[in-house]
């Protein structure tokens, strides 16, 4: 008792020292936050504002001067009787919203302009004529010329500021601005719970302010000491009493250069003041927080020396009671020899059954958690008593309670467990199981089975069973184990998988390896009958166009769309199928004749006829559809599919919309375009190509001052290849990089060779594909050629066609660019035939533009054509553009062009296409003599 009594007083002493001691510097270090904390808080708030109410000003500063630049450049296309609807859509921008002509006379304003306005039609407002009256002096001499006033008046709810400017000396150009720019700005600053942005204007009025009652009224507020400051020119932060709030403020200000405007940041002052409070409560609750971690270190301290003593009874306690709950460690000091080895040896003792009850429990969490992630759990079942154990997985599974209770004294709960366990299988799915369970027992082998049951939530679930015989257990029983596992998510997977390498994920169609199969199918089916297997491949007309202008979404519906009109034309028993891009197939079994299908195509392509609704949009899409038939085209699936194809290209090349049934000569020009492919991968190794020069006519003096290089393809068999027919073959092979190449180097060489001999005027023209530049033809190799044969750059004329530029716009005029730097020139050859325009044209480096024969020929035959032609001879060569007729055949053709004063001419009439040779024997003339025909 003594001992306990002193243990408790030396206790009681050490925890009040220590409380003592550790408390007093937390209370010293609480009151210094409190200090430093609130006078940091009243430095950030003063250095916050004035940042604030700069950059504010900064920002309104450049929205003035973007307003000015803009306001002369607009009175400057005015004066220039030039006006540039670009210039007004920028002050647009800049919520500029009506521009008015205003004579110093006595005449009545005109209004010039006028935007998405809020100021309606309504006169000009006698607010600025009399600020004009008031202050001609200061708009005269306004910095740059440009002046902005202040808030003059109201129109509805918009405050109206003007811009003046000087036309001349009569009038001036006046805009009225609304607000909105100004508003926003001071909208979008706030913190804290009531500080906002003010911003006034030179005469102190309000121009944005949070009170709209003050903005509608303009409110005067210049006598208020921060605005008097900024109207003097004087920036900083004060302090003062705010007729708006009715109390104290803290005030950042700033003068905006240019204008005159004042920007204001303002807080209340009893806003600060509440978190100064707030600072005062957080140092209360440190100072509390740490008294209250001095008093739990102190007490924790003090029971150091009395705690041994009181673990021995803890320990044994527990360890007769069998729980380890109260086990903890136990410092050494201060306690005899034999006490410690006591607690030690106690420790260890707990230590080590804790230890293997948290391995023990450890592995069981593992083993749950593991058949929980695999959806795995375990049983056995007693074949003879019909009981049945399982884990916490099988219970999850099963959606039964962990807890089976019979209700009947007599029936035990496993048994009860193993009958809704049954119950979860349907009559047929029960009997595969008890069968299996037989066979393991009878046989001593292992058994699997996969089934689908139903838990009592009612969903159904696939899952595998693993089922062992085990050794009987202490009843003499027999024992199964067994495993069951959750496969429904990989079941759905490998559906997944079915559906996807048969199906097309879009349509929902069979996709082309599943119209293979079925294709084999019904020609199998068509053997066995001695009937015809049709197949049909149908291809959406312009569907490229509305998948590059409408997009790829709109394309995958319009395909949707397509799919379920061609479904309701087809029969349950053919297939139809998509095999890819735009491409579907049809596959009609079983046809005694072939008397019927172009009923069937016919309604394909009739049901076409009516447009896609996309969104609101009507989209138009054709169809062409290419016939081949089992077994006159093919006997195999593959092979009915290639034909198909083939008459598919055929329907497409007539004219699109069409049907067209697979026939010999189809093949023939297949195998004849292969052969050309074939036999143009060595015709440059072969030296098969050359060039020949069509001379361009300068239409004043009859001067050649250029020529176009066109590319000429000798077949060692077939003779002369027209270039429309073996060119898009070289594109499409990927043999024009290599053939665009030694074309490009053969005529920088020929002209190399007529400057040496005096020639140095004369240029050259080379056409170039976008089939090239996607191949890998860089400027560098065009600029190394010019190089190599000593040829200035400006010598040398690149045509493209429009379609070229419109295919991709942003690589190729960047690619244009870089070469016309070095002085290479380019023209736009086939004008007309395309998408772009002239005013497209302006944003290209193009120096020449070629009138396209189709427009030539038609001179001395349609008005339409002469007028088309003339305009755009006469509004090319306004825009700065060289003119090019070509295909000049007639006289009466060159007459016209004559006429329009095209500048230069090419064509038929003056020289066809010559070899090197004969063109040079052409310069050597140099005159075409009054322009008269050539020989």
Same mark, same amino acid.
């Not at 000087?166 to 009225?176: A, F, I, P, Q």
């Not at 260890?348 to 058949?371: C, H």
């Not at 015989?469 to 495993?483: F, W």
């Not at 996709?511 to 009937?531: M, P, Q, Y």
């Given at each position: 008792?003594?001992?306990?009594?002193?243990a408790?007083?030396?206790?009681t002493i050490?925890f009040?020292g220590?409380?003592?001691i550790?408390?007093i510097p937390?209370?010293?270090?609480?009151?210094?936050?409190?200090r430093a904390?609130?006078?940091?808080?009243?430095?950030a708030?003063?250095?916050?504002h004035?940042?604030i109410?700069?950059n504010l000003?900064g920002?309104?500063?450049?929205y003035?001067e973007?307003?000015k630049s803009?306001f002369?450049?607009?009175a400057?296309?005015?004066?220039?009787?030039?006006?540039?609807?670009?210039?007004f859509?920028f002050?647009?921008?800049?919520?500029?919203?009506?521009?008015?002509?205003f004579?110093v006379?006595a005449e009545?304003?005109?209004?010039?302009?006028s935007f998405?306005s809020?100021?309606g039609d309504?006169?000009f407002?006698?607010s600025?004529?009399?600020?004009?009256?008031?202050?001609?002096?200061?708009i005269?001499?306004?910095?740059?010329g440009?002046?902005i006033s202040g808030v003059?008046?109201?129109?509805g709810?918009?405050?109206?500021?003007a811009?003046?400017?000087?036309l001349?000396k009569?009038?001036?150009?006046?805009g009225?601005?609304?607000?909105t720019?100004i508003?926003?700005?001071?909208r979008?600053?706030?913190?804290?719970?009531?500080g906002?942005?003010?911003?006034v204007?030179?005469?102190?009025?309000?121009?944005?302010?949070?009170m709209d009652?003050?903005?509608?009224?303009?409110?005067?507020?210049?006598s208020?000491?921060?605005v008097k400051a900024?109207?003097?020119g004087?920036g900083g932060v004060n302090?003062f009493?705010?007729?708006?709030?009715?109390?104290?403020?803290?005030?950042?200000h700033?003068?905006v250069?240019?204008v005159?405007w004042?920007?204001?940041?303002?807080?209340p002052?009893?806003?600060?003041?509440r978190?100064a409070?707030e600072?005062?409560?957080i140092?209360l609750?440190?100072?509390?927080?740490?008294?209250v971690?001095?008093?739990?270190v102190?007490w924790k301290?003090?029971?150091v020396?009395t705690?041994p003593?009181k673990?021995?009874?803890?320990?044994?306690?527990s360890?007769a009671?069998?729980? !380890?709950?109260? =086990?903890?460690?136990?410092? %050494?000091?201060y306690?005899?020899?034999d /006490?410690?080895?006591l607690?030690?040896s106690? *420790?260890?003792?707990v230590?080590?059954?804790?230890?293997?009850t948290?391995?023990?429990a450890e592995?069981?969490?593992?083993?749950?958690?593991?058949?929980?992630?695999?959806?795995?759990?375990?049983?056995e079942?007693n074949?003879?008593?019909?009981?049945?154990?399982?884990s916490?997985?099988?219970y999850?599974?099963l959606?039964?309670?962990d807890r089976?209770?019979?209700?009947e004294?007599?029936?035990?709960d496993?048994?009860v467990l193993?009958?809704?366990? !049954?119950?979860? =299988?349907?009559?047929?799915? %029960?009997?595969?199981f008890l069968d299996? /369970?037989?066979?393991?027992?009878?046989?001593? *082998?292992?058994r699997?089975?996969?089934q689908?049951i139903t838990n009592?939530?009612?969903?159904?679930?696939?899952v595998r069973?693993?089922?062992?015989?085990?050794?009987?257990d202490a009843?003499?029983?027999?024992?199964?184990?067994?495993?069951?596992?959750?496969?429904t998510?990989r079941?759905?997977?490998e559906?997944a998988l079915l559906?996807?390498?048969?199906?097309?994920s879009?349509t929902e169609l069979p996709?082309?390896?599943?119209?293979?199969?079925?294709?084999?199918?019904?020609?199998?089916k068509?053997?066995r009958?001695?009937?015809?297997?049709?197949l049909?491949?149908?291809g959406?007309?312009?569907?490229?166009e509305?998948?590059d202008?409408?997009?790829?979404l709109?394309g995958d519906?319009?395909?949707?769309l397509a799919a379920?009109?061609?479904?309701?034309?087809?029969r349950?028993?053919?297939t139809l199928?998509?095999l890819g891009?735009?491409?579907f197939a049809?596959?009609?079994?079983?046809m005694?004749?072939?008397?019927s299908?172009?009923v069937?195509t016919q309604?394909?392509i009739?049901?076409?006829k009516a447009p896609?609704?996309i969104?609101?949009t009507e989209i138009?899409?054709?169809a062409s559809?290419?016939?081949s038939?089992?077994?006159?085209?093919s006997?195999?699936a593959l092979?009915?599919?290639?034909?198909?194809d083939?008459a598919?290209?055929a329907a497409?090349?007539?004219g699109?919309n069409?049907?067209?049934?697979?026939t010999?000569?189809?093949?023939?020009?297949?195998?004849?375009?292969m052969i050309?492919?074939?036999?143009l991968?060595?015709?440059?190794?072969?030296?098969e190509?050359?060039?020949?020069?069509?001379?361009?006519?300068d239409?004043?003096?009859g001067v050649?001052v250029s020529?176009?290089?066109l590319l000429?393809w000798?077949h060692?068999?077939?003779g002369f290849?027209?270039?429309d027919?073996f060119i898009?073959?070289?594109e499409?092979?990927g043999?024009?990089?290599?053939?665009?190449l030694w074309v490009?180097?053969?005529?920088?060489?020929q002209l190399a060779?007529?400057?040496s001999?005096?020639y140095t005027?004369?240029k050259?023209?080379?056409?170039l594909?976008l089939?090239?530049?996607?191949?890998?033809?860089t400027?560098k190799?065009?600029?190394?050629?010019l190089?190599k044969?000593?040829v200035?750059?400006?010598?040398?004329?690149?045509?493209?066609?429009?379609?070229?530029l419109?295919?991709?716009i942003?690589q190729t005029k960047d690619?244009?660019?870089?070469?016309?730097e070095?002085?290479?020139?380019f023209?736009i050859?086939?004008?007309?035939t395309g998408y772009?325009?002239l005013?497209?044209?302006?944003?290209?480096?193009?120096?020449?533009?070629k009138?396209?024969?189709?427009?030539?020929?038609n001179?001395?035959?349609?008005?339409k054509?002469?007028?088309?032609?003339?305009?755009?001879?006469?509004?090319?060569?306004?825009?700065?553009?060289?003119?090019?007729a070509?295909g000049?055949e007639?006289?009466?053709e060159?007459?016209?062009?004559?006429e329009y004063?095209?500048e230069?001419i090419?064509?038929y009439?003056?020289?066809?296409p010559l070899?090197?040779?004969?063109?040079?024997?052409r310069?050597g003339?140099?005159i075409?003599?009054?322009?008269k025909?050539a020989?």
């Amino acid at each position: 008792m003594i001992n306990q009594i002193r243990a408790r007083s030396l206790r009681t002493i050490l925890f009040i020292g220590f409380t003592l001691i550790s408390a007093i510097p937390v209370l010293v270090l609480a009151t210094w936050f409190q200090r430093a904390a609130l006078q940091n808080e009243y430095d950030a708030v003063s250095e916050k504002h004035l940042i604030i109410a700069e950059n504010l000003a900064g920002s309104l500063e450049r929205y003035a001067e973007d307003l000015k630049s803009g306001f002369l450049i607009a009175a400057s296309t005015i004066e220039s009787n030039q006006i540039s609807p670009e210039v007004f859509q920028f002050l647009n921008k800049l919520h500029l919203r009506q521009t008015w002509i205003f004579p110093v006379t006595a005449e009545a304003p005109e209004l010039h302009m006028s935007f998405d306005s809020p100021f309606g039609d309504k006169a000009f407002p006698q607010s600025i004529v009399t600020h004009y009256e008031e202050n001609k002096s200061l708009i005269k001499s306004a910095e740059n010329g440009v002046y902005i006033s202040g808030v003059l008046s109201r129109e509805g709810d918009n405050p109206i500021l003007a811009v003046f400017t000087s036309l001349d000396k009569e009038s001036y150009l006046v805009g009225l601005v609304s607000t909105t720019y100004i508003q926003e700005v001071q909208r979008s600053i706030s913190f804290g719970k009531n500080g906002h942005a003010a911003i006034v204007d030179d005469q102190g009025k309000i121009i944005a302010h949070p009170m709209d009652d003050w903005v509608a009224g303009m409110k005067d507020v210049s006598s208020v000491e921060p605005v008097k400051a900024m109207l003097a020119g004087v920036g900083g932060v004060n302090e003062f009493y705010s007729p708006a709030t009715n109390e104290d403020m803290v005030v950042g200000h700033a003068l905006v250069n240019g204008v005159g405007w004042g920007v204001m940041i303002l807080q209340p002052v009893a806003e600060l003041k509440r978190n100064a409070n707030e600072l005062k409560v957080i140092a209360l609750v440190i100072a509390l927080s740490g008294m209250v971690v001095a008093v739990f270190v102190s007490w924790k301290v003090a029971n150091v020396f009395t705690r041994p003593l009181k673990n021995i009874v803890s320990y044994t306690e527990s360890i007769a009671a069998g729980s !380890l709950e109260k =086990f903890e460690g136990t410092p %050494r000091r201060y306690i005899p020899r034999d /006490l410690t080895k006591l607690l030690h040896s106690l *420790e260890n003792m707990v230590q080590s059954l804790l230890n293997k009850t948290n391995d023990l429990a450890e592995t069981g969490n593992r083993l749950r958690e593991a058949q929980k992630i695999a959806r795995l759990g375990n049983w056995e079942i007693n074949v003879t008593t019909g009981c049945m154990w399982c884990s916490d997985e099988v219970y999850s599974l099963l959606g039964i309670s962990d807890r089976t209770d019979s209700g009947e004294p007599n029936i035990p709960d496993c048994v009860v467990l193993y009958e809704k366990f !049954l119950d979860s =299988f349907s009559d047929e799915e %029960r009997g595969l199981f008890l069968d299996c /369970l037989d066979q393991t027992v009878v046989f001593a *082998e292992p058994r699997s089975i996969e089934q689908v049951i139903t838990n009592l939530a009612g969903e159904s679930i696939n899952v595998r069973q693993n089922i062992v015989l085990r050794e009987s257990d202490a009843t003499g029983g027999i024992v199964c184990m067994g495993t069951i596992q959750d496969i429904t998510e990989r079941k759905s997977f490998e559906d997944a998988l079915l559906r996807q390498a048969h199906y097309d994920s879009l349509t929902e169609l069979p996709n082309r390896t599943l119209c293979v199969d079925r294709l084999e199918h019904a020609i199998s089916k068509g053997k066995r009958n001695s009937t015809h297997v049709p197949l049909l491949v149908v291809g959406l007309d312009h569907f490229v166009e509305v998948n590059d202008t409408l997009g790829h979404l709109a394309g995958d519906e319009v395909l949707c769309l397509a799919a379920q009109r061609m479904k309701d034309l087809v029969r349950e028993s053919d297939t139809l199928a998509r095999l890819g891009s735009d491409e579907f197939a049809v596959v009609i079994e079983d046809m005694s004749d072939t008397m019927s299908v172009p009923v069937v195509t016919q309604k394909i392509i009739d049901s076409f006829k009516a447009p896609f609704v996309i969104d609101g949009t009507e989209i138009s899409v054709g169809a062409s559809v290419g016939v081949s038939v089992y077994p006159q085209d093919s006997s195999s699936a593959l092979g009915l599919l290639q034909k198909a194809d083939t008459a598919l290209q055929a329907a497409k090349s007539s004219g699109r919309n069409a049907v067209s049934v697979f026939t010999a000569e189809m093949d023939a020009v297949v195998q004849n375009r292969m052969i050309l492919r074939s036999d143009l991968a060595c015709a440059l190794d072969n030296d098969e190509f050359h060039l020949v020069f069509q001379p361009i006519v300068d239409s004043k003096t009859g001067v050649i001052v250029s020529s176009e290089a066109l590319l000429r393809w000798t077949h060692p068999l077939k003779g002369f290849v027209p270039p429309d027919v073996f060119i898009p073959i070289a594109e499409e092979a990927g043999y024009i990089e290599d053939i665009g190449l030694w074309v490009i180097d053969r005529s920088i060489a020929q002209l190399a060779e007529w400057r040496s001999i005096g020639y140095t005027d004369l240029k050259i023209s080379i056409n170039l594909s976008l089939r090239q530049i996607q191949l890998g033809l860089t400027p560098k190799q065009i600029k190394n050629l010019l190089e190599k044969h000593d040829v200035p750059a400006n010598r040398l004329t690149l045509e493209v066609t429009e379609s070229m530029l419109a295919d991709d716009i942003s690589q190729t005029k960047d690619w244009m660019l870089e070469l016309t730097e070095e002085g290479i020139q380019f023209s736009i050859d086939d004008f007309g035939t395309g998408y772009s325009s002239l005013s497209y044209l302006l944003s290209l480096p193009v120096s020449t533009i070629k009138i396209d024969r189709c427009f030539v020929s038609n001179l001395l035959h349609g008005s339409k054509d002469q007028t088309l032609v003339s305009a755009i001879i006469a509004l090319s060569q306004k825009l700065g553009f060289d003119v090019v007729a070509e295909g000049v055949e007639e006289e009466g053709e060159l007459a016209k062009l004559l006429e329009y004063r095209c500048e230069y001419i090419q064509g038929y009439y003056f020289s066809k296409p010559l070899l090197p040779d004969d063109f040079q024997k052409r310069l050597g003339s140099e005159i075409v003599p009054g322009l008269k025909k050539a020989s």
